[in-house]
């Protein structure tokens, strides 16, 4: 048993499909095909049902799962010390971030760190907070940045930068306050992301602080990422509540408005396990990413929303 065939048989086992797995390892089908075939063969044991054009894990195939990945993530650890050793930082480290941060916070910083540091590989994927922090837990990624509450024991969290949640609308468009200026929250169209998304977040809270919940509001769509949101926006679709740096040139453009109202904040934070070893490559990359954190030029404190019926 090599650790190629595990690496094989844990992409096959994770994408469902040998032919997808094979293209993310860049390997040929039919040499992911045998890998797979060696494994059940010199061990007499089924990993893999075959289900139409998919197939699907036995429960041989997900015991041995675990034990790969274990194996795994032991020989990923090993290769790490001996970098560590080496004195340098290199090696890869594996991020996971939730979509506001990836797509506007953290390009240029990773763009700044490889400048600095250019052994190291950065390989970034996109999820929602909750997904985020299921990858650091399950050590599927070195670095998770999310931006809202994480909830499992064996993460640390830190602060990293705050963030602003602003309601809009299409240039054009009302929304329905009553004679003393309150928003009714029942009486919006509003558009949201899906459940786990810190995005999310900003609508429960304000609909919480007015004692409702999102089954009492009138929920017209819910969209898989930002962009998504912000074009149903512009195109009269309702309201919603984002990060300022989704929607910034937009209201700049007039293709949307920005309505004032009272919004809190939200904390941008790197997480990390407590129990895995940090290489020289992570540590450098959450150093650079954490310096100054906290220390943001022109930040106002805000409370949480008023003016809602």
């Known amino acids: 048993m090599t650790l190629d065939q595990l ?8 994408h469902g499909h040998v032919t997808r797995a094979a293209d993310a390892l860049g ?3 039919s040499a992911a095909s045998a890998a797979i075939a060696t494994l059940e063969t010199r061990y007499h044991a089924r990993l893999f049902d075959r289900v139409g054009r998919g197939i699907q894990l036995t429960e041989t195939g997900r015991v041995f799962l675990r034990e790969a990945r ?18 340098s930082a290199s090696g890869s480290v594996d991020i996971a971030a939730s979509q506001t941060i990836a797509t506007y916070w953290l390009p240029r910083r990773l763009a700044a760190f490889h400048a600095a540091n ?6 970034v994927v996109i999820r929602n907070t909750h997904d ?34 602003v309601l809009v609308v299409a240039a054009d468009q009302k929304l329905p306050f009553d004679g003393a200026g309150r928003l009714n929250l029942r009486s919006v169209s509003w558009v949201i992301r899906e459940a786990g998304s810190g995005t999310r977040l900003g609508l429960e809270n304000l609909a919480q602080r007015a004692g409702l919940s999102l089954d009492d509001l009138n929920i017209a769509l ?17 309201a919603t509540i984002i990060s300022r740096h989704v929607v910034a040139s937009a209201v700049a453009a007039g293709r949307l408005r920005e309505i004032p109202i009272d919004l809190p904040q939200r904390e941008f934070a790197l997480v990390l396990h407590r129990d895995r070893h940090e290489t020289l490559a992570q540590k450098a990359l959450v150093d650079s ?21």
């Open 222 to 238: 819910v969209l898989p990422g930002n962009e998504a949101v912000r074009e149903a926006i512009e195109a009269g679709a309702g």
């Open 118 to 123: 250019s052994g190291v590989r950065l390989n």
């Open 132 to 165: 985020v922090e299921t990858a650091v837990v399950d050590g599927k990624v070195n670095v998770g940045l999310v931006e809202g509450p994480t909830r499992h024991p064996a993460l640390i969290r830190q602060h990293i930068d705050d963030d602003q949640f």
């Open 70 to 87: 274990a194996v795994l993530d032991r020989a990923s650890l090993a290769r790490a010390v001996l970098q560590d050793l080496a004195g």
């Open 289 to 309: 990413l954490t310096a100054g954190a906290g220390a943001i030029p022109g930040k106002v404190e805000t409370g949480f929303p008023s003016g809602i019926a």
């Open 7 to 14: 690496r094989i048989f844990v992409a096959v086992a994770e």
């Open 27 to 29: 390997l040929s089908q």
